[in-house]
Nanobody
């Protein structure tokens, strides 16, 4: 069982930066691949970025590639999403998700953190 708690969301102007974090419970964090998803009002939840259990592999949605960076610190049981050059269309609730390395589906989700980008 993994519990995830996001933090760091807020209001930022277009072109600005923000880093959000996700703290995970448990002693086996390094056995989980992690990801960030987001959901804007009236839209379906979409994938943003993912990182392997060791941190050696990262994947990004085309819409954020080159602007967002996902990272993790396994000693601190935390995954981060650094967001640069933010755009109003990045406004959404951002969710952290975890999946055990042998499983293909993300089974554990946080409660979300709101990111609002003003134009």
């Amino acid at each position: 069982q993994v519990q995830l708690v996001e933090s760091g969301g807020g209001l930022v102007q277009a072109g600005g930066s923000l880093r959000i974090s996700c703290a995970a419970s448990g002693r086996t964090f390094s056995s989980y691949a992690m990801a960030w998803f987001r959901q804007a009002p009236g839209k379906e939840r979409e994938f943003v970025a993912a990182i392997s259990s060791s941190g050696g592999t990262r994947n990004y949605a085309d819409s954020v590639k080159g602007r967002f960076t996902i990272s993790r610190n396994n000693a601190k049981n935390t995954v981060y999403l650094q967001m640069n050059n933010l755009k109003p269309e990045d406004t959404a609730i951002y969710y952290c998700a975890a999946r055990y390395v042998t499983v293909s589906r993300y089974d554990y989700w946080g409660q979300g953190t709101q990111v609002t980008v003003s134009s």
